[in-house]
């Protein structure tokens, strides 16, 4: 029987089979047709659609249709052959009875009837015939059919194909247990070409369409060259099979063999009095459970993971998960906490120590320990929002308050972060999951009382794995996080006795709802005073010891220092003055080195000599009283500026052309400006019809720097009045403050930075919103008395002190109004 599988009860088997031998010699005495003169013979014929049966080859078939069996009949009446006919693969609707051109001459045995009713029979496949004419077709057919010549001369080529497929049939027998080993012997002793390729594809389990194909090669040579090429395939399918099946078992066998090592381990161990390694572990977690006081929720849920550990095997999947989950219960900080330092005078001594000015952030902290101090029912810790440009002592700052009040400092930085998952962790269904970094922060730091720092929170991101700034609602919450839920723990962690500071450059980026929570502290830019005492204090003994000059005697004069703020550095903080205090100091050390002469003593023009030319210009007052030229006051992340606003007058048809990179809301604060000009020109004495016929052009220099704000509204409107009005605006007079469009003067931000490069600059008189007159207590005194600040409500109080109060007819004045 060929491989095709016939599945039949066991009834069917024993009638289909059981007197096989009997049946099989009744084939042999069934005799072919008589050869007519064509040498062709007619015979009834039989459609077969389920098998294919090869010459010399015996197997079943079933007789699907009464048509088959008529014909069947027909020739056992006769005791003789039918021809088996094969449907064709490109057989149409409209070719009906479109057959294979090659049949096969069969010898068909008694027709048996099975219980499910269907009628089989054993077939012996004889010679393969060629179709020549169907002669009937109802009540079965009837086919002329002429045997096929398959003679062939035995040749070199010929025989190395028979013996390549012996070769890969033998290899393929090895590897297949469905073929039993009897189908190789049978096909060494096949001298025929033609009968061993029909008898390996008799044995492979081969599609129909393949089986088909192979019926219809008739030349032996021809069907060896198609055997070969399927028993190849299907040997490199059975030696992967064979090497995965290796490997499998490998694994299978290394497992049980560790299984039984272990097993035998354990044995001995007991033997001994001694306890496995696997116990032993589960003891100690146990022991160190018991020594930590937990909270009751904690233990109890500790508690049932570790009996669900003692209950696994070692090797167990689980086992891996539910250890580092333990892992991560006893060695969070539940209950252990460090004292805080309640002396005033000894926080206050750390923080004057360690930072130069930023009042406001240790006023803060000292307010703090004062409360602590008087045991209050109930104390919420600070939540503290550090807020100003890079450099400024934000982060150095959280780590001596965390100094001072003998704290441990922790620091996170969530500058990109952008996963959820990166605040609360990740659920312990995920392979590789751990808790989130805020848990991860608290178990480095051993407390429950840290001081802990949130570096860059105005720097989160969101995307489709969540957002990481709604997740912190809850960290910077005192109302919710003495409850602080991690997806890893599933337990609450109470995080309520936590400092939390966090940092920011700017508040725009930060959520609102997250900054609701925060206190904010800003950290202004330092102005040239502080950041040369900063440079005395700090800086330069940093630089000297990491350049190992600390005990040269180097000095650096004021001087020196003031040229390196001003030509070199262009930032509201440190750290590139202190790059740039390095350099200088690096040069001498390199010096020392090679035995050259070095200065002790660091003078503006040994700086110059070491940095090498300016780097940065600071914009300066205008040199002369000018018309259509007005000096406006600018804050920058890196301090304060002056802008001069320039206007000119062309002829042209009304229109205003603003350039110089200005943003939309300074856009907005022009035309304000030139509104104000048309709805006073009567009282400014300008002719309204001079609107309609000429063009206003305002600029502001520098157009590569963007600009935005409306700080610069009154500036706008001076500069404009001027020009219109011809009256010179005062060139050390500058100015900052909101315009509407019925002249009041509104307040505006960075007030201090403002009138810093006011004096810097060299102006002398300093115009501001009235309202803004109380950010003048954060200015200095020595600035203050250097310059004279000048409060305003109205625009009207701002002309008599930015104009002259008659128009210049000089050629200046001339040449900027071109109508």
Known sequence: ???????????????????????????????????????????????????????????????????????????????????????????????????????????????????????????????????????????????????????????????????????????????????????????????????????????????????????????????????????????????????????????????????????????????????????????????????????????????????????????????????TYLDWILELPWTEMTEDNLDVKHVTQVLETDHYGLQKAKDRILEYIAVRSLQPKRLQQPILCFVGPPGTGKTSLGKSIAAALGRTFVRLSLGGVRDEAEIRGHRRTYIGALPGRIIQTMRRSGSRNPLFMLDEIDKMGADFRGDPSSALLEVLDPEQNYAFSDHYLEVDYDLSEVIFITTANTLGSIPPALLDRLEVIEFSGYIENEKIEIAKRFLIPRQLEETGLDEEGIQFLEQALTKIIREYTFEAGVRNFEREIGRVLRKIARFKTEGKRYPKKITPQVVRRYLGPQEFFETEAEGEDEVGVATALAWTENGGEIMPIEVLILAGKGNLQITGQIGDVMQESAQAALSYLKSRAESLKIDPEIFENVDVHLHVPEGAIPKAGPSAGITIAAAMISAFTERPSYHLVGMTGEITLRGRVLPVGGIREKVLAAHRSGLKKVIIPEKNAKDLEDIPNPVLSDIEIVAVKHMDEVLPVALHIAASHSKTTKRKIAV
């Open 1 to 323: 029987m060929n491989s095709e599988a016939w599945y039949l009860d066991e009834d069917d088997q024993d009638n289909l089979i059981g007197n096989i031998h009997q049946r099989t010699e009744e084939l042999y005495r069934i005799s072919s047709w008589e050869m007519e003169d064509d040498d062709s013979f007619t015979s009834p014929a039989i459609l077969v659609e389920d098998v294919v049966v090869f010459p010399h080859m015996i197997s079943p078939i079933f007789l699907n249709d009464e048509a088959s069996v008529q014909a069947v009949e027909a020739a056992q009446e006769e005791n003789k052959t039918v021809v088996a006919l094969y449907w064709s693969d490109d057989i149409s609707d409209a070719d009906a009875d479109q057959f294979l051109p090659i049949g096969l001459e069969i010898a068909v045995g008694r027709i048996l009837t099975l219980q499910g009713g269907e009628r089989s029979a054993l077939v012996q496949g004889r010679k393969r015939v060629e179709i020549v004419d169907i002669v009937q077709t109802e009540p079965y057919y009837v086919v002329k059919a002429r045997p096929v010549n398959d003679n062939f001369r035995m040749t070199r080529h010929l025989n190395a194909m028979m013996r390549t497929s012996r070769n890969l049939f033998e290899r393929c027998v090895s590897l297949n247990d469905n073929l039993p080993e009897e189908a190789h012997l049978f096909s060494i002793n096949i001298s025929d070409p033609g009968w061993l390729a029909d008898m390996i594809a008799t044995s492979l389990s081969l599609s129909i369409e393949t089986r088909k194909n192979l019926m219809t090669l008739v030349h032996p040579a021809d069907r060896l060259k198609a055997i070969n090429q399927i028993l190849a395939e299907e040997l490199d399918v059975l030696e992967l099979e064979d090497e995965i099946q290796t490997q499998v078992k490998t694994e299978v066998d290394r497992s049980h063999r560790e299984y039984y090592l272990r097993e035998q381990m354990r044995a001995i161990q007991l033997e001994l009095g001694e306890d496995d390694f696997w116990g032993q572990e589960i003891r100690e977690l146990a022991e160190k459970l018991e020594t930590l006081s937990l909270p009751e929720v904690v233990m109890t849920h500790a508690t049932r993971e570790l009996q669900r550990l003692q209950q696994m095997p070692s090797m167990a999947p689980e086992v891996g998960i539910i250890r």
